[in-house]
């Protein structure tokens, strides 16, 4: 397609369990990007690649969440030991670059943790 | 204090109206901004993208920058129904990895 694909599009799971979020960006994006947005907090930078390397990390707010992408492609997002606090709508983008593109967003995983 | 300030609204407005959402920042750095519409349960989608302090018209939609002030606003004019969403603004700076700082979003309502 020729937008931001994300899946799933809505998760429910156990406190406890993990779970992985997938982002395949627009085609010719090196840069990808993942945000979380909840509504205490708004929307809020987590990582982003460049190719297949991540040069910034520091919005991963515990050691429990990581990600990867491999190819410069599809990007996986994972949350170890889900917690309450983790329900939120994990947002991926992507963007030409990674130096002043603009960024295109999918519309989202729904994360909720019982 | 957040980077970015914005007010979340709501704000609700008659068909027709010229509306005016605005956001203030403090970091000086910031030299890119952006200017987001959100459905619901939708991801954002980008509307203005602006470089430094200026003017930029696209159809019925303006973004201001003052950087002098910290300040940016987007004016929607003759607004629809359609225009009815969350407002994000955005914004980066050069060397930063293009990663973005939003503020909270302003909720609009544009009634018949």
């Known amino acids: 397609g020729a937008g931001v694909s994300q899946s799933p599009s809505n998760k429910v799971t156990e406190k406890g369990k993990d779970v992985e979020l997938r982002c395949d960006p627009i085609?010719?994006?090196?840069?990808l990007y993942w945000y979380r947005q909840s509504l205490g907090q708004g929307l809020e930078f987590l990582i982003y690649?460049?190719?297949?390397?991540?040069?910034?990390k520091s919005g991963l707010p515990s050691d429990r969440f990581s990600a990867e992408r491999t190819g410069g492609s599809v990007s996986t997002l994972t949350i170890q030991r889900t917690q309450q606090e983790d329900s939120a709508v994990y947002l991926c983008?992507?963007?030409?670059?990674?130096?002043?593109?603009?960024?295109?967003f999918g519309d989202g995983t729904r994360l909720s943790i019982l | 204090q957040k980077e970015v300030e914005q007010d979340p609204g709501p704000l609700s407005v008659p068909e027709g109206a010229i509306v005016s959402l605005n956001c203030t920042y403090s970091?000086?750095?910031?030299?890119?901004f952006m200017w987001y519409r959100q459905y619901s349960r939708k991801g954002p989608e980008l509307l203005m993208y602006?470089?430094?302090?200026g003017n930029k018209e696209d159809g019925r939609f303006t973004a201001q920058v003052d950087k002098s002030s910290k300040y940016i606003s987007l004016f929607i004019r003759d607004s629809q129904p359609s225009d009815s969403a969350t407002y994000l603004c955005?914004?980066?700076?050069?060397?930063?990895?293009?990663?973005?700082?939003f503020g909270t979003g302003t909720q609009l309502k544009v009634e018949l």
């Open positions: 983008a992507s963007s030409l670059h990674d130096t002043d593109q603009p960024q295109h």
């Open positions: 085609s010719g994006h090196t840069a």
């Open positions: 690649f460049q190719g297949n390397s991540a040069p910034d």
């Open positions: 970091n000086s750095a910031f030299q890119y």
């Open positions: 602006t470089y430094s302090s």
């Open positions: 955005a914004m980066s700076f050069t060397g930063g990895g293009n990663k973005l700082t």
